[in-house]
Structure formats: structure tokens, C-alpha cells
């Protein structure tokens, strides 16, 4: 078997404490380890930058850091900047240590991925040329301690969790866009430079709560409804996405992302500066949905 080319990941992390041990050990036990893994703390209060430090001091692949900005913000163009920021890192660090990083990762610090993960991502790369970003499934473990997987996960958008790319296809794309829905920018950039995306629908990473909830449903899904209209999402499909919160627990989630949709657009709220972009989601994904309510689109992964 040829052997798979080096990667690096970044981890932004802020109060993780009691999930760091567990991506720890997730990390340590890959198949297809990584070459380097810059970890950013973003500001914790909990020990968490104690314990990186301690952890990092004994593994010469591990690599602890703090934020290069105050941590004014969790999530948004924050966020974006400092896995931005961290990818750039872990790939420069590796190149002046002599090494030449093929992948380049985003996983997040509440994440566990199994054994295979980033050999069965580094495969499916290396499965093509063109294949530019990838990633896992994602399952969110909730209160009750059930795992579920996600809905409405499309097999051509890797999620921003686990995404990974071709460090040619993160160039092509000028890095991670250093905005709110970065990963589905990111997507969006490298199919227009005729980059493939794939979502591995049956390699499953397990998020230790549900997506967007780790400052309650209300404020996650407000969110949701502001990076729709700073990305330029088109109004129909506002419509259809408020139906399909509204329809599963917790019902109030599609009032939340309609409000603050509706909230920014009556207020004039930021647009994403890059015209492909809005392009994209003004017009394409319009489409994109249209094709697939007839079985011509794309297909979802999760049900």
C-alpha cells in the first residue's frame, strides 16, 4: 500500500476542557496520525490552556498556542479568522521543520473521530486529482445521551468540523475565508475553481452536543439566520429552511432563524464581501434545490 502524504490539523478551543481529553485520545489513536496539530486557545477560563500546555510538552506533534486576537467573540468572523489563521500556521510550522504538507484540517473541540477517520479522509482526496476538500459525517451525541446523526447533510458539502483539505486547493482558494459560514464558503469557492467536494457519508464523527446549541437553541439558531443574510441566502430558500427548523425539535429554532434573518434585513445588516459568494447562494443553491425536488440534485446523507 502507497503510503499517505503528511497533513496537519488546527483545533480552535475555548473552555474544553472536558472534551480535550477524549479528541486527545481520538488523535493519537489515527491510523494515519498527523504530522503536526496546532491547538489555539481562544481566550479559556477553565484550565483548558493549562492542560494543552501540559499535553503539548510531551508530544513533539503537538503544538499549543494562544490566539492572535482578543477574544471578542466566540463564534462568527472570529472563529473564522483563527482557524484561518491556525491552518496557515500548522502548515508553515510543518514547512520550516522540513516537512511538506499535503492536507490540511479543521476539526473542532468537541468532536471524537474514530481510528480510520483521517486515513479514510486522505484516501478519498488522493482518489482523484480534483478531489480538493472532504470531510466525515456528522453525529451529535444529545442531552439524553442518544447519538443522532444530523439532518439535511448534503454528499457535496463536507462540514466545517472535520473538513479537510488539499493544501493546492486551500491556495487556490486564498485560505479559509475569514467570514461567518466560512466552511460553506470554502465549499463554494473550490467548486468554482473546478475543485470536487464530498461529504464521506459513511465515516461518522460523533459532536459531543448538538450543532449550535452549546449557547442554547434560540442563539444558535438567531445565528444561523444572520450568516443566511450575510451570505446572501435567497428568500425562498429562508422559507423552506424556516419550515424544516419548525418542523422537529425544538420547534421554536425556525421563529429564531426567521427572526433574525428578517432582523438584519430590515436593519441593512453586513453582506458578505465576496460576489461569487453571493452569487452562489443568491442564485446557484436556488437552483441547486429546485433539481433536486424534481431527483436531479443533490443528495442528502442524513435523514
Excluded at 489563521?85 to 484540517?105: F, N
Excluded at 418542523?247 to 433574525?260: E, K, W, Y
Aim: overall charge positive; some cysteine.
Amino acid at each position: 500500500m502507497t503510503a499517505l502524504p503528511a497533513y496537519v490539523l488546527t483545533t480552535p478551543c475555548r473552555d474544553e476542557r472536558d472534551a480535550l481529553p477524549g479528541l486527545l485520545a481520538g488523535l493519537e489513536g489515527q491510523e494515519h496520525r498527523a504530522a503536526l496539530w496546532l491547538v489555539v486557545d481562544d481566550g479559556s477560563t477553565d484550565g483548558s490552556w493549562e492542560w494543552l500546555q501540559e499535553q503539548a510538552a510531551t508530544r513533539d506533534w503537538m503544538v499549543a498556542v494562544r490566539a492572535p486576537e482578543p477574544a471578542t467573540e466566540y463564534l462568527g468572523a472570529h472563529v473564522a479568522r483563527i482557524k484561518r489563521w491556525g491552518l496557515e500556521q500548522a502548515i508553515r510550522a510543518l514547512v520550516d521543520a522540513g516537512g511538506q504538507p499535503a492536507h490540511a484540517g479543521v476539526l473542532d473541540a468537541d468532536i471524537l473521530v474514530p481510528p480510520d477517520h483521517y486515513r479514510r479522509l486522505a484516501e478519498a482526496l488522493q482518489s482523484h486529482e480534483l478531489m480538493g476538500i472532504v470531510s466525515s459525517i456528522v453525529h451529535s451525541r444529545m442531552p439524553d445521551g442518544r447519538v443522532v446523526r444530523e439532518r439535511y447533510q448534503r454528499e457535496d458539502l463536507p462540514r466545517g468540523g472535520t473538513q479537510f483539505f488539499k493544501v493546492a486547493c486551500l491556495d487556490s482558494i486564498g485560505g479559509l475565508p475569514p467570514y461567518p459560514g466560512f466552511d460553506g464558503a470554502a465549499n463554494v469557492k473550490a467548486r468554482l475553481r473546478g475543485w470536487r467536494c464530498v461529504l464521506v457519508s459513511d465515516l461518522e464523527a460523533v459532536q459531543v452536543r448538538e450543532t449550535a446549541t452549546r449557547f442554547g437553541a434560540a442563539a444558535g439558531y438567531a445565528r444561523k439566520g444572520r450568516y443566511a443574510w450575510f451570505l446572501g441566502h435567497h428568500p425562498l430558500l429562508i422559507a423552506a429552511r424556516t419550515v424544516a427548523y419548525s418542523a422537529r425539535a425544538p420547534r421554536s429554532a425556525g421563529f429564531h432563524f426567521a427572526r433574525a434573518w428578517l432582523k438584519e434585513a430590515a436593519g441593512g445588516g453586513e453582506r458578505c464581501p465576496d460576489p461569487e459568494i453571493r452569487a452562489y447562494y443568491g442564485r446557484e443553491r436556488l437552483k441547486e434545490y429546485a433539481r433536486a425536488a424534481v431527483g436531479r440534485g443533490p443528495k442528502f446523507a442524513g435523514g
